[in-house]
């Protein structure tokens, strides 16, 4: 009798190992830029006396770098702590990229442009 509804446990536990398991991935692309990241962020520039403008919104990153880096109809993956991967068109060229932005707080955010890598501050409107 115990080996019976033991048996029945274990081959009952089998059965529904399956449908316990999860379908989703935690590295799926999601619409949009993290709220997160949305806003007006500078960084100083000292060797031009000036300071970089990038701008994120819902859907669009636009650095003010030298050269236009606007990434529309963006989509985001999470890769790892605080590391999103951001996709988009850039409809100046007529290409698609990619640019990596990390959260470090309220305050400050990094990216990883191959000829810069700068933490930008939050700026107020008054600041530019």
């Known amino acids: 009798m115990k080996i019976k509804n033991v048996l029945v446990t274990v081959l009952a536990t089998l ?3 399956p449908a316990l398991e999860s379908t989703t991935q935690a590295a799926t692309w999601h619409k949009g830029v993290p ?3 949305w806003g007006k962020w500078k960084s100083p520039a000292p060797e031009f006396h000036t300071s970089n403008i990038m701008i994120i919104g819902k859907t669009y990153v636009n650095n003010g770098v030298m050269e236009p880096q606007i990434y529309k109809q963006a989509k985001y993956k999470y890769i790892s702590k605080h590391v999103y991967k951001i996709y988009g068109e850039n409809p100046v060229y007529g290409s698609r990229s990619s640019i990596y932005l990390k959260f470090y707080n309220h305050n400050k ?3 990883n442009y191959s000829h810069v890598h700068q933490k930008y501050n939050i700026g107020s409107e008054s600041s530019f």
């Open 35 to 37: 709220r997160i990241f």
């Open 109 to 111: 955010i990094g990216t």
């Open 15 to 17: 059965a529904f190992v």
